[in-house]
């Protein structure tokens, strides 16, 4: 039960951080990213941080 909301949490932070930057694509992996930002640091810091990585450090990667 746990596990599932985890992962629903996980997809929804995707989901919001994609639909607000449509000039970034998924690549495979992008989820171990925010799920290590999202439970180190909650919701709220956890989706700065996983931002602030998809638009600086993995920029390149995700706008192949």
Do not use: C, W
């Not at 929804?12 to 495979?28: G, H, M, R, T």
């Not at 990213?33 to 450090?57: D, P």
């Amino acid at each position: 039960f746990i596990k599932k909301k985890k992962q629903q949490a996980v997809l929804a932070v995707l989901d919001s951080f994609f639909a607000k930057n449509p000039e970034l694509k998924y690549i495979q992996g992008f989820h171990d990213v925010a799920s290590v930002f999202l439970i180190l640091f909650g919701n709220s810091t956890g989706y700065y941080l996983m931002e602030r990585a998809g638009r600086t450090y993995f920029y390149d990667f995700l706008t192949f």
